[in-house]
């Protein structure tokens, strides 16, 4: 389903009176649109050209800080532009804000006019032009999970973010009846996505009380991720407009299942045939797709930064609620991180279960595609499937356990050194260091609680 504005058809709505403002937005390392509100009359004029934010955009953390030890940015190059380059085949509606029309960009660098390459989504852009020279499109889908709680972000906060009131009060797993007590915020999500242009294919309750799924159409990866980052902005935007607020932390509550964000994958060759599907098989996977899930297999700690990117999105690997502990394979098991779904048939994909809700789309997609790809170019042979309940597995391969492990087999990862870049993983990797220096600097209330009198 593609976009539905073209700057003739924009213009036609603007003289009808049906749209006056266009975000103009870019995606930052956090996976946030960050961007300006034009006026429709300005953006028709000029804006659609290229317009221009500071360069700290790619180099501050999720408070906004100006982070020290970024070649891209700092203080001692005086903080300069990047171009903001509208992605015109993203222009689109906006029907859950009034009058308003969004469009996304690609950041460039402001002499060279290339595109900025630790830019997420120039990252995933790079890998997916990789596949396509390799002969293979590469299509994904993520699964939105996140938490529905029944106030506003502003009430919560003036509480200190304590007492938070999921919509439902049990474990809504399927529930047609509680989600039909939800639908209010969650219809109008759906229909609002629609409308927008973004294939939505459904949405369900998941396996904690107040927590939903949002599923929407496999596409190609640059697609998937922009629909991805325009899922979680409208639903945060309308559930606020509705009064309640959503999370899409990997784990917001220590006695309750994480968000995931599953990633469904699947290469087709350039002329449209599923490349994963061979009908001799006995699970029906090609030798593309053993060698594609051995790379990721193989790779699988040293991606996962960028599937885990918080210090909080380790604490999702729980046994026993759904995610995975181990980076291993298996068919139709919810317990691997790697779960071969649709097996005998031409839909036969993997679905990778490690990332959290709180991951950045694009850097999540162009990881497992550059894992992948070194698999069918290395044509690495596939490990034996495990089979049965791997949180019981022992001896096989597990999921780092934190991203201070997770960062330094980032650090060390020749594989993404070669598929992004020194200066991208170096960035990266920076990126995790202050994440790491930050949650240990803090002191929360899990020491206040614990040591204050007993200390
Ligand atoms: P599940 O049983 O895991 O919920 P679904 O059939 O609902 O599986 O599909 C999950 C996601 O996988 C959807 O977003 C769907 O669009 C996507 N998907 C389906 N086929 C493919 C494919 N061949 N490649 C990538 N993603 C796919």
Same mark, same amino acid.
């Given at each position: 389903m593609p976009a539905n504005l073209t700057l003739e058809t924009l213009s036609a709505a603007v003289d009808a009176g049906e749209i006056d403002t266009v975000l103009v937005a870019a995606v930052d390392m956090q996976g946030r649109l960050m961007g /300006?509100?034009?006026?429709?009359?300005?953006?028709?004029?000029?804006g659609y050209r290229e317009t221009h934010c500071c360069n700290y955009l790619l180099a501050v953390d999720m408070e906004m800080n100006t982070v020290p030890g970024y070649k891209s940015a700092g203080w001692e190059k005086g903080y300069g532009d990047y171009v903001m380059k509208p992605d015109l085949a993203t222009l689109r509606r906006i029907p859950w804000l009034p009058g308003t029309a969004l469009v996304l960009c690609d950041l460039l660098d402001h002499?060279?006019?290339?595109?900025?390459?630790?830019?997420?989504?120039?990252?995933l852009k790079h890998q997916v032009a990789r596949a396509r020279a390799m002969g293979f499109d590469a299509m994904m889908a993520t699964e939105l999970e996140f938490?529905?709680?029944?106030?506003?972000?502003?009430?919560? $906060?003036?509480?200190?973010?304590?007492?938070?009131?999921?919509?439902?009060?049990?474990?809504?797993?399927?529930?047609?009846?509680?989600?039909? /007590?939800e639908e209010e915020v969650m219809r109008t999500i759906r229909n609002a996505?629609?409308?927008?242009? &973004?294939?939505?294919?459904?949405?369900?309750?998941?396996? %904690?009380?107040?927590?939903?799924? &949002?599923?929407?159409?496999?596409?190609?990866? !640059?697609?998937?991720?922009?629909?991805?980052?325009?899922? /979680?902005q409208a639903t945060k935007e309308i559930a606020w407009a509705k009064g309640k607020s959503v999370t899409f932390m990997a784990k917001y509550d220590t006695r309750r299942a994480g968000s995931a964000a599953h990633v469904h994958q699947s290469l087709w060759t350039t002329d449209g045939k599923p490349a994963f599907?061979?009908?001799?098989?006995?699970?029906?996977?090609?030798?593309?797709?053993?060698?594609?899930l051995a790379g990721q297999l193989a790779h699988a700690e040293e991606i996962t930064v960028f599937l885990a990117p918080y210090v909080n999105s380790y604490k999702r690997f729980t046994v026993g609620l759904f995610a995975p502990t181990k980076a291993v394979w298996s068919t139709d098991n919810r317990t691997a991180g790697f779960r071969v779904c649709g097996a005998h048939t031409k839909a036969v994909r993997v679905e990778c279960r490690i990332p959290g809700a709180d991951v950045n789309p694009y850097l999540t997609c162009a990881a #497992? #595609?550059?894992?992948?790809?070194?698999? &069918?170019?290395? /044509?690495?042979?596939? %490990?034996?499937?495990?089979?049965?309940?791997?949180?019981?597995?022992?001896? !096989?391969?597990?999921?780092?356990?934190? #991203?201070?492990?997770?960062?330094?087999?980032?650090?060390?990862?020749?594989?993404?050194?070669?598929?992004?870049?020194?200066? !991208? !993983?170096?960035?990266?990797?920076?990126?995790?260091?202050?994440? &790491?220096?930050?949650?240990?600097?803090?002191?929360?209330?899990?020491? #206040?609680?614990?040591?204050?009198? $007993?200390?």
């Open positions: /300006k509100r034009f006026h429709a009359a300005f953006f028709l004029d000029s002499d060279t006019h290339e595109e900025v390459a630790v830019s997420p989504r120039a990252i938490y529905l709680f029944e106030n506003s972000y502003e009430s919560y $906060r003036d509480k200190g973010h304590g007492g938070l009131v999921p919509v439902s009060g049990y474990n809504e797993d399927y529930h047609i009846f509680q989600t039909s /007590k996505l629609y409308a927008a242009g &973004i294939p939505v294919e459904n949405s369900k309750g998941e396996a %904690e009380a107040g927590q939903e799924e &949002i599923n929407y159409r496999y596409s190609d990866s !640059v697609d998937t991720a922009d629909n991805h980052t325009l899922i /979680k599907y061979d009908h001799d098989d006995a699970n029906g996977m090609s030798a593309v797709m053993k060698q594609f #497992l #595609l550059a894992a992948g790809l070194a698999g &069918i170019e290395g /044509k690495l042979d596939l %490990e034996a499937e495990m089979k049965g309940d791997m949180y019981a597995a022992q001896n !096989v391969r597990e999921i780092p356990k934190n #991203l201070r492990d997770a960062a330094a087999r980032l650090n060390g990862s020749s594989m993404l050194r070669a598929a992004f870049g020194d200066d !991208v !993983v170096d960035h990266y990797h920076r990126n995790a260091e202050w994440e &790491i220096a930050e949650t240990d600097r803090v002191v929360t209330d899990f020491e #206040l609680q614990r040591l204050l009198e $007993r200390a």
